[in-house]
């Protein structure tokens, strides 16, 4: 049964940081590009960051580059989002998927806020 699995989410004031986690079983995780999305509702999903199987190639939306950084431990079956300086626009529900949506997690909310 394939899963994959978020936490870290939380609320967060402005100018902060965050770790998002997502582990996966049940599929390659190794053979498996892997990306977050963020979604608010009333809006389109939103890719945020991917990274390569191998992790040596990674790329963002303008919106985030310079402060998330994604990443991965194969071993761990797990892929990371490293969030800083978050503003209140990055307010959203957080998704890990697996080969460009053909796996996804349940999401996790993060809220940023004074």
């Known amino acids: 049964q394939v899963q994959l699995v978020e936490s870290g989410g939380g609320l967060v004031q402005p100018g902060g940081s965050l770790r998002l986690s997502c582990t996966a079983s049940?599929?390659?995780?190794?053979?498996?590009?892997m990306s977050w999305y963020r979604q608010v509702p009333g809006k389109e999903r939103e890719l945020v960051a991917t990274?390569?199987?191998?992790?040596?190639?990674?790329n963002y939306a303008d919106s985030v580059q310079g402060r998330f950084a994604i990443s991965r431990d194969n071993a761990k079956k797990s892929v990371y989002l490293e969030m800083n300086s978050l503003k209140v626009e990055d307010t959203a529900v957080y998704y890990c998927?697996?080969?460009?949506?053909?796996?996804w997690g349940q999401g996790t909310q993060v809220t940023v806020s004074s």
């Open positions: 049940g599929f390659t995780f190794s053979d498996c590009r």
């Open positions: 998927a697996a080969s460009a949506g053909r796996y």
């Open positions: 990274i390569s199987s191998t992790g040596g190639s990674r």
